[in-house]
């Protein structure tokens, strides 16, 4: 059953305990002439079943005694199936675990929000999950809810074009949020409140065309992603160079078991910064490959030479293996500044 309809058979439960306490208390007040907090005293008394201070003097208020244990009695009974039809039906038990996953995402610190969980939204969380990063699943629609709670995703409830369900989202401690709704309204909207409230954070929208793809590049989206578009250019490729898209297909995917492309920004803690790729010899230490440096004004240095310097700010793409990948960003991890 579901719960709109127990939370409605609990506030009937309610008022028929209302109803019957202030009758009863008016009831013993006129019958017996008793002080209104004594007649109340002994409406409970009777309704619980408790028993009575006293007999009741006449037959009016006798006859309102049996009145009120036949409703304690009908109203304890129901009480008892509104309980544990609540309770087989997981209303109590779904209550906890909302409650539970609440506490699990006010502990997340830079995860992601996925505001959307439609076909695309959807995607995405399974390469999140295939690259075993947190994540948040912000949705409001039947459907987009139902498949979040099958695969078991953080949830929140809410509508993520308001600000307290991005709130509620932790979009404070993020690092970065994917507009992937259906709605390249409801994505503007999404893009400019959490822009407004971070404006550092990392924003990857949806767009259906050109005209949303400028808008939400105005509102504020780091990037923006025309799924029509890049599946055209996909499938394009695939006629073109089968060979070229089957591997970038491979690298780009972070469930593949092969290889993977990574990039990794060198802080200025970083104990290889300013050194070059020979000098610290990145194939034969960590088995990676660097293919690419994007420095900081943008521009991509495509197949780096070996004397090459590896700088501050510079953001290094590489390819390899799992285990490679790994070893390769612990070489460029920044180290813990130790105070003197």
Known sequence: MPARVRLRQIERLLGAVAAMLAAGTIGFHETLDEAWFQAFYRTVVTMTLTGLDTVPANT???????????????????????IVEAIAGGLVTGALAERRRERTIEQLRDHFIICGYGRVGRRVAEEFRAADVP??????????????????????????TTDESLRRAGLERAQGLVAASDSDADNLYVVLSARSARPELTIVARAS?????????????????????????????????????????????SAGPDLQLAEIEVRRTCAAAGRTI??????????????????????FDTTPEPDTPIEVGDVLIGVGSPDEIRALEDLFAPRETVAG
Request: charged share 20%; no cysteine; hydrophobic share 50%.
């Open 209 to 253: 065309g050109a005209d949303a793809e400028r808008k939400l590049v105005l509102a504020g989206a780091s990037r923006v992603v025309l799924p029509y578009t890049t599946a055209g250019r996909v499938m394009a490729n695939l006629v073109l160079k089968p060979q070229v898209t089957a591997f970038l297909d491979a690298v780009t995917t």
């Open 60 to 82: 009016g208020s006798r006859i309102l005694s049996l009145v009120l244990v036949g409703a304690g009695l009908t109203i304890i009974g129901y009480a008892g199936a509104v």
């Open 135 to 160: 994540y948040v699943v912000l949705d409001l629609h039947e459907d987009a809810v139902e498949a979040a709670r099958e695969d078991g995703v953080l949830l929140i409830e809410g509508d993520a």
């Open 278 to 299: 020979r000098e610290l010899r990145i194939r034969h230490e960590t088995g990676a490959i660097v293919i690419s440096l994007r420095k900081p004004d943008g521009s």
